[in-house]
């Protein structure tokens, strides 16, 4: 049978085509290049990006999805594109928050009434019905999930509508199944928000953010006054349009505000306001004092109009913090010489005090029980009724006689020598104006001027200019127990000064049971 030769034999060049190929593409091929089929492929050209579609303009806004209360308005456009074009980059729909007025007492909240349409109708199979209430504690707050009243279990009916708040009390709202917080703009889901002056940017970071706005932020310390001045002084101007207002004080000083016409917001006409919120500028104002003396001012702006910032000296300014942002290329100098406030002046001891602003007389805050936290126990021996600030005059009834004369010694806060160099009247009250000479007794710190204060304005005790006086007086502080200021009552003990009186209040020094 050998004797037939092989096909295969007569064919043996296909063999070696064959052999040929194999190392093509399995060895030597690969040693040498890429393959035949790679190489194909990487010589074609890639193919032509896709182009997108364009957005058409907005329609109108829907109608708002409540009649009361918060709700949501909808908007669509369409993708403009041909079978080539991928679709338009973005959302087709916009949703923005519309607020009504505000429902009747006794309302069914929203997600409340979306539950009760569920009511005794057949639920899980079953021929049981229930009555349904809001459940809070699943895991989507947008999804309608309602509790079988007197069962431990609910029961998830979906989506919540659209406008249906995330939970209660939230301003986040719920948009095809979404929790959306609204933007500055108005938009759910937008992410503007406000830069530091206030203005709305786009989404993911408010605009321009801090790049558009200045931030001032200073420390007034400012020329000390002379020794025991007592007033007003200049801190700064804060300009309008300013935003995020904070100034802070940490001393027995007082903040003071003003207008740019001049009329004083808190603190002003030498009467202490309460801590709390107030209106100025088109924004809100709160106003804290802390025990410890810490006051600040905060307002979030932006204001309407220029503010001055002042403050009653009653001790040296230690320093003065304040801070706020202006849009970018607003001119501030932030020094209280740009202000056309009065600043205070220097003077000797007779020379006439400096001119102040008009004083528009304010009522004073209602006194609480312990303002005068060391005023006497009881009435002197003697002594008629304290004659109160009613602006009524009567007879002078000054302190008198040995008994007066040792009570007001041990009981008084402050007993002092001193000479009268001005006398004024603030509001309902009379302001004298003291060179202190001599101390004789005092509880807390005299400078060598202090302010006396007498709470009526009919010369009781009677005390005139350049006249030296020895007086004994008590500190006045406010509710929060920080140093006010002093005061001397309308029967207070003010007699004038001899070496003979000066003798007497000595020896009533030793009649105290315990005499600093």
């Known amino acids: 049978m050998w004797d037939t030769p092989l096909p295969a034999l007569c064919c043996w060049p296909w063999w070696l085509l064959l052999l040929a190929w194999l190392s093509l593409g399995c060895g030597v091929g690969m040693a040498q290049g890429p393959a035949l089929g790679t190489s194909m492929l990487a010589a074609e050209p890639p193919a032509p990006a896709r182009s997108q579609g364009v957005w058409g303009p907005w329609g109108p806004w829907s109608s708002c999805s409540s009649s009361c209360g918060d709700g ?6 369409r993708c403009l594109r041909s079978a080539e074009e991928q679709q338009c980059p973005g959302d087709p729909r916009q949703y923005r928050l519309c607020q009504l007025q505000d429902c009747p007492s006794g309302s069914v909240p929203f997600r409340a009434m979306q539950c009760s349409l569920y009511d005794n109708k057949p639920v899980l199979g079953t021929p049981a019905r229930y009555h349904w209430v809001p459940f809070h504690g699943a895991p989507n707050v947008c999804d309608l999930n309602c509790l079988a009243a007197g069962h431990n279990f609910y029961y998830t009916f979906g989506r919540v509508l659209d406008g249906t708040p995330c939970s209660p009390g939230s301003p986040d709202l719920c948009v095809g199944g979404r929790c959306l917080s609204v ?3 108005g938009i759910l889901g937008s992410g503007s928000r406000p830069d530091a002056c206030g203005r709305c940017g786009s989404g993911g970071g408010g605009g321009g953010g801090h790049r558009e706005c200045h931030f001032v932020h200073r420390l007034f310390q400012g020329t000390e006054p002379p020794s025991g001045y007592f007033g007003y002084m200049n801190v700064t101007k ?21 207008r740019s016409d001049g009329r004083y917001v808190l603190n002003g006409g030498w009467s202490i306001a309460w801590p ?5 500028a088109g924004t809100q104002l709160l106003y804290t004092r802390t025990p410890d003396g810490t006051e600040t001012l905060e307002v979030p702006g932006p204001t309407d109009e220029d503010l001055h910032v002042m403050v009653l000296l009653q001790e040296p300014n230690p320093g003065i913090e304040y801070q706020f942002w202006l849009p970018q290329g607003h001119t501030q100098s932030g020094r209280a010489n740009a202000s056309p406030l009065r600043q205070p002046q220097p003077r000797e001891a007779g020379s006439p005090p400096p001119a102040e602003p008009p004083v528009t007389p304010a009522p004073l805050p209602p006194r609480q029980s312990g303002d005068l936290a060391m005023g006497p126990p009881r009435s002197p021996p003697g002594q008629g009724e304290a004659r109160a600030a009613t602006g009524r005059c009567g007879r ?42 001599s ?7 005299l400078v060598s001027r202090e302010y006396v204060w007498v709470p009526d304005t009919c010369g009781c005790p009677p005390l005139r200019e350049g006249g030296e006086y020895l007086l004994m007086a008590w500190r006045h502080v406010n509710h929060e127990q920080t140093l006010n200021r002093i005061l001397l009552p309308a029967e207070g003990y003010a007699r004038p000064w001899t070496p003979r009186e000066e003798r007497l209040v000595r020896e009533a020094a030793r009649s105290c049971p315990q005499s600093p």
């Open 183 to 185: 933007g500055c703009d």
């Open 238 to 258: 804060i300009p309008a349009g300013a935003t995020h207002i904070k100034v802070t004080d940490k001393s027995r000083n007082y903040l003071a505000l003003m």
């Open 396 to 437: 002078c009834r000054p302190a008198k006689g040995r008994s007066q004369r040792i009570w007001h010694f041990c009981h008084s806060d402050f007993v002092f020598q001193g000479r009268i160099l001005a006398r004024r009247l603030v509001g309902r009250e009379t302001r004298y104006e003291v060179e202190v000479k």
């Open 439 to 445: 101390r004789y007794r005092h509880r807390f710190p």
């Open 72 to 77: 949501v308005a909808l908007r669509a456009r």
């Open 276 to 280: 709390g919120q107030y209106q100025v």
